[in-house]
């Protein structure tokens, strides 16, 4: 599960990278599907490290009750529903599909000859796109520092900080 959602998440950040590389309307599809698939992952996911990590070290020190068995059973209902709805999404709603459409995104030609495609991945524009990275960094950084009036616009822009320096390991 872990694994998976990793692999959806450098995905989703490959997309837009390829934009104008391939069939753009065959790049979309695929963004809405990752981005359905992800919003199904990270559920499961947050719901499996709650019962097997932090779950069972906060039950010992909150110890036996009523409150703490229906907390339980709430948390194990909720895990289920999370597993339901992603494997539903992966069996019976597209995750094959997905697949089928990843592997003809990538593997078609795209509008532009070889070379066109080639020049596309040379040093330039590699370094282009690092270049909005970082300034999208640098940003996010200068909203974070002006984000003093409350906690939480604060903690809102040290995530978008954090989100824009996680893109920047996957290019």
């Not at 339980?72 to 339901?84: G, I, K, M, P, Y």
């Not at 997905?98 to 040379?122: M, Q």
Request: aromatic share 4%; glycine share 4%.
């Amino acid at each position: 599960l872990h694994q998976l959602r990793v692999a959806v998440r450098r995905l989703r950040v490959l997309l837009p990278l390829t934009r104008g590389l391939f069939d753009e309307c065959k790049r979309r599809q695929v963004a809405r599907q990752t981005k359905a698939l992800a919003a199904l992952l990270g559920p499961a996911r947050d719901s499996d490290v709650f019962m097997t990590d932090i779950w069972p070290p906060l039950r010992a020190v909150l110890g036996a009750g009523r409150l703490v068995e229906k907390l339980q059973a709430e948390w194990l209902a909720q895990r289920r529903r999370n597993q339901r709805k992603l494997r539903q999404a992966l069996v019976a709603r597209g995750f094959p599909v997905l697949l089928s459409r990843l592997e003809t995104y990538f593997s078609s030609p795209g509008p532009h000859d070889a070379d066109a495609r080639a020049a596309r991945h040379d040093k330039r524009l590699a370094h282009k796109a690092l270049r909005r990275r970082a300034l999208r960094v640098r940003e996010r950084h200068r909203d974070a520092s002006d984000a003093r009036e409350t906690d939480d616009t604060q903690a809102q822009a040290l995530h978008r900080l954090r989100i824009a320096i996680k893109k920047l390991r996957y290019e």
